[in-house]
C-alpha cells in the first residue's frame, strides 16, 4: 500500500529525515517510536503533504501511485488521513459541516453521489456515540475551545467518517488521560480492517498497551534505527532510546 | 476639520434650480433650512480628500458623474421588489427616492407607532408636522459635511417613524429604498428621521438594492432620538448595483439608560460611504457592528464615531472586513470621552481580511480620552487566512478553493450569526453567499 524508499527531507536548510526506508501493507499496523526531534512528526507532516519542507531525495508511493507529486487534497481523496498531534482549531467553521464538506469531496472524487443529509447526521451521530462525544460537538466550531482530549476524539471522529485506507496517527496519546485513552483506542480499533493500515506515531508505548501493533520501527536522528514486532515497545519502556541513540553514533 | 472646496458648478446648479425635489405644501421653516444649507453647499462643496475625515475616499467620480433628480414615476420589477423585502415587517417603499403606496403596507400596525413617508407630512395632521420639525437636523453634529447640506437642500422623502411611550413595536420596520431601470444616472435624496420615546421598543431596517449594473447615486441621511430607557435596533443593508454610488449617514443621539443597536452590512456599490455617529448620555448602551464585503474595485468606507458625553455608558463596536481583487476598505473609528464620562466602558474592535495582493485596507482608530476613570480598548488586526487551517481543512478533503472559502465565509459569518431576525439573517447571508459562490455553503448546515 505505502512504500518510503530512501527518504531524505530538509526543513530551513536542516536535514531532518536522512533516509528512511519503509514498507507498509493493507491490514497492517505499524508504530514509529523514537525520542523527540527523531523527525517522527516531518514524516507524518510529508504523508499528509503539508508545505514547507524539502525533499531532497527518496520516493513515496501508495497504492502504486507517487505521493510526492499529489497535492493535499489528492492524498485526501485518495485515502490518506493523518490525525494531527495539535489539530486545528477553525473558528466560525461547524463540526457537521466540515465532515460534509470533506466526506463529499472525497465522494465526488470517487464519482460517488453526496449523501443524503438525515442519513448522514445519524450516522455521524452514532459514532460520536462509541466515541462518547455529546452532540452538540457537532454544531461547534472544529475544535474551536475544545480541550485536548476532545480535540483527540474529534479527529478519530473524523477518520471513522472518511474511513480513509492510510491512518497516520501523530501523537495521539498524548494528553489523553486513562479513560479517554481507552475511548480512543476502543475507536481505533474498530477501524481495523483488511483492507486499512495503520501509522501510529508515538514517543510511549502506553497507547500500544491498548492497540497492539504488528512491527514497531524506531526512528532516531532522522533514520529507523532498529525494527521489530510489538515486544520493541516494551524493550524500549525498559531501557528508553539512548541505548539506540548511542549505537548509531559509535 | 473642513477644508474649503469649490462646489461643482453641475450640483450647485441643482440646487439653485431644483423645484421637484421640494415636498408638496411644504412650510416655510423648512424651505429656510434647505436655503442655508445650500448657502453652506455653495461656499464647500463637497468634502475634498484635503479633508482628513475624506482622506481615504475621493468622491471625484460622484462630482463628474453629474447626477440629477429623479421624478417620481418609476415601475420597479417584481424580481427586483421580491429581493429586497423582507418578510414579517411592515414596509414602507421608496422607489428612486420617491415613496411607493403600492408597494409599501402598514397594515396592522401596532397603536402609538407613526411611520409616515415626509413626502405627505405637510398634508398629514399639525402633530405629524411638529413632531417633523421637532427631530429635523436636530442630531447632526456636523453640518458643514457637504453631503448632509446637500441631502438637507434636496430631500425629496422619506420616512419619519415614531414609537410612542412605553410602545413595543411587534415587528420590524423596513424602509426599503429601491433604484429602478429608470433610476439609472439619477440621484436619491431621501431623509429619515427615527424617534423612540421613553421605554418603547422598536427594530428600523434601511435596506437599499438596485437594478444591477445600474449607476445611479443615493444620499441618505438618517436622524434617530433614542429616549430614556428606550431600546432601538437599527440595521441597513446596503446592496446597491455594483456599479452605484452610495454615501449615507446614520446620527444618533442616546438618551440616559438609552440601549441602541446599530448594524452596518456593506456589500454593494463601487463607492460607498458610510457614517456611523452616536452620542451617548449617562448609562446608555451603544453597540455598533458592522460587516464590508468588497471584491472588483470597489471601494467601502465606514467612519464610526461615539461620543461619550456623560459618566457610565457602555459602547461596543466590532467591524468585519473582506477585501478581495482591487478592492479597497476604509474603516476609521473615533471614540471620544469627554471630561465628564467618568466610568465610561468603551471597546472597538477591527478585523479584516485581505485576499488578494492588488486588495487595500485602511484602518485608523483614534480613541480621544479626556475623563480619567475609563475602560477603553481598541484593536484592529489586518491578515490573510490562516495556513494552518487551509492545510487541515485541504487534508480532510475540501480542496483549496474550498478551504479559503469556507475560512472567508467563517470569518465573515461571524458577524451574521448575530442577526436574531431571521428574514434579516437570511438576506444578509444571501450576499454573503453570493460573494462566495464556490464555498457551496447551504443555509441548512449554518
Redesign the interface.
Known amino acids: 500500500m505505502l512504500k518510503i524508499e530512501n527518504l531524505h527531507v530538509r526543513v530551513e536548510g536542516k536535514d531532518i529525515l536522512k533516509g528512511i526506508n519503509l514498507e507498509i501493507n493493507a491490514g497492517e499496523v505499524h508504530a514509529i517510536m523514537g525520542p523527540n526531534g527523531s523527525g517522527k512528526s516531518t514524516l507524518s507532516y510529508i504523508l499528509?503533504?503539508?508545505?514547507g519542507y524539502e525533499i531532497t531525495q527518496g520516493s513515496i508511493s501508495f497504492h502504486g501511485k507517487d505521493l510526492l507529486e499529489m497535492?493535499?487534497?489528492e492524498?485526501?481523496?485518495a485515502g490518506v488521513?493523518?490525525a494531527?498531534q495539535y489539530?486545528?482549531?477553525?473558528?466560525?467553521?461547524?463540526n457537521?459541516?466540515?465532515l460534509?464538506?470533506?466526506?463529499n469531496?472525497?465522494r465526488k472524487?470517487k464519482g460517488e453521489p453526496e449523501l443524503d443529509?438525515m442519513d448522514f447526521i445519524a450516522s455521524v451521530k452514532s459514532k460520536m456515540k462509541d466515541l462518547d462525544m455529546d452532540e452538540k460537538f457537532l454544531y461547534r466550531?472544529v475544535n474551536e475551545g475544545f480541550s485536548g482530549g476532545e480535540k483527540k476524539r474529534n479527529e478519530i471522529l473524523?477518520m471513522s467518517v472518511?474511513e480513509p485506507t492510510l491512518c497516520v496517527l501523530d501523537e495521539t496519546d498524548s494528553g489523553l488521560d486513562i479513560d479517554a485513552l481507552k475511548i480512543v483506542s476502543d475507536g481505533i480499533n474498530r477501524l481495523r480492517d483488511p483492507a486499512r493500515a495503520f501509522v501510529l506515531v508515538t514517543h510511549y508505548q502506553r497507547l500500544l498497551d491498548y492497540i497492539k501493533p504488528d512491527f514497531v520501527h524506531v526512528l532516531a536522528n532522522g533514520k529507523i534505527v532498529k525494527s521489530g514486532g510489538a515486544e520493541l515497545a516494551l524493550e524500549l519502556e525498559d531501557q528508553g532510546y539512548s541505548w539506540l541513540e548511542d549505537k548509531k553514533a559509535s | 476639520m473642513s477644508v474649503t472646496h469649490l462646489p461643482n458648478t453641475h450640483y450647485a446648479g441643482l440646487l439653485a434650480t431644483a423645484t421637484t425635489s421640494k415636498i408638496e405644501a411644504e412650510a416655510d421653516w423648512l424651505t429656510s433650512l434647505r436655503e442655508r444649507a445650500a448657502a453652506e453647499f455653495n461656499v464647500a462643496g463637497f468634502p475634498s480628500p484635503r479633508d482628513e475625515e475624506w482622506r481615504y475616499t475621493n468622491i471625484s467620480a460622484i462630482e463628474k458623474s453629474q447626477f440629477s433628480l429623479s421624478e417620481k414615476t418609476a415601475e420597479v420589477e417584481q424580481a427586483l421588489l421580491d429581493e429586497a423585502l423582507l418578510d414579517d415587517c411592515y414596509h414602507l417603499v421608496f422607489v428612486d427616492g420617491h415613496y411607493q403606496p403600492k408597494h409599501s403596507s402598514l397594515t396592522g400596525l401596532t397603536g402609538g407607532v407613526t411611520v409616515l413617508p415626509l413626502s405627505e407630512v405637510f398634508t398629514a395632521g399639525k402633530e405629524q408636522q411638529d413632531l417633523f420639525k421637532s427631530l429635523l437636523d436636530s442630531v447632526i453634529e456636523e453640518h458643514a459635511q457637504g453631503f448632509i447640506n446637500f441631502n438637507t437642500a434636496l430631500f425629496s422623502d422619506g420616512a419619519l417613524v415614531c414609537i410612542a411611550e412605553n410602545t413595543v413595536v411587534d415587528k420590524p420596520i423596513q424602509l426599503a429604498f429601491i433604484s429602478s431601470q429608470d433610476g439609472a444616472l439619477k440621484l436619491s435624496n431621501c431623509r429619515n428621521l427615527i424617534y423612540a420615546m421613553a421605554s418603547s421598543k422598536a427594530t428600523v431596517f434601511e435596506t437599499y438594492t438596485g437594478v444591477a449594473d445600474s449607476c445611479y447615486l443615493t444620499d441618505v441621511v438618517t436622524e434617530v432620538v433614542v429616549e430614556p430607557n428606550a431600546n432601538l435596533t437599527h440595521s441597513r443593508l446596503q446592496a446597491e448595483s455594483l456599479k452605484a454610488y452610495h454615501i449615507g449617514g446614520v446620527y444618533t443621539r442616546l438618551e440616559n439608560n438609552a440601549i441602541f443597536q446599530q448594524n452596518n452590512y456593506t456589500f454593494g456599490a463601487v463607492l460607498s460611504r458610510a457614517e456611523i455617529h452616536a452620542n451617548l448620555s449617562e448609562a446608555s448602551d451603544c453597540t455598533l457592528d458592522g460587516l464590508y464585503i468588497g471584491c472588483d474595485h470597489q471601494h467601502m468606507d465606514n467612519h464610526t464615531r461615539v461620543h461619550h458625553n456623560q459618566p457610565h455608558a457602555v459602547s461596543n463596536e466590532f467591524y468585519k472586513g473582506v477585501m478581495d481583487d482591487k478592492a479597497r476598505g476604509v474603516f476609521q473609528g473615533r471614540i471620544v470621552v469627554a471630561e465628564d464620562a467618568q466610568k465610561t466602558d468603551a471597546t472597538m474592535n477591527n478585523r479584516n481580511l485581505l485576499l488578494s495582493e492588488r486588495a487595500e485596507i485602511d484602518t485608523k482608530p483614534q480613541l480621544e480620552i479626556y475623563a480619567d476613570d475609563v475602560k477603553c480598548a481598541h484593536g484592529v488586526t489586518v491578515g490573510q487566512l490562516d495556513?494552518?487551517?487551509i492545510?487541515?481543512?485541504?487534508?480532510?478533503?475540501?480542496?483549496?478553493q474550498?478551504?479559503e472559502n469556507?475560512?472567508t465565509?467563517?470569518?465573515a459569518?461571524?458577524m451574521v450569526e448575530r442577526i436574531s431576525f431571521k428574514p434579516l439573517r437570511f438576506k444578509v447571508l444571501d450576499q454573503l453567499l453570493k460573494r462566495f459562490p464556490q464555498a457551496?455553503?447551504k443555509k441548512?448546515?449554518?
Open positions: 499528509a503533504g503539508r508545505e497535492s493535499v487534497e492524498r485526501a481523496w488521513f493523518l494531527f489539530p486545528v482549531e477553525v473558528p466560525g467553521v461547524s457537521i459541516y466540515m460534509k464538506a470533506a466526506l469531496g472525497i472524487h443529509a466550531a473524523q472518511l | 495556513d494552518t487551517a492545510f487541515y481543512l485541504r487534508s480532510r478533503g475540501a480542496d483549496e474550498m478551504a469556507m475560512l465565509f467563517a470569518f459569518n461571524e457551496g455553503m441548512e448546515w449554518l
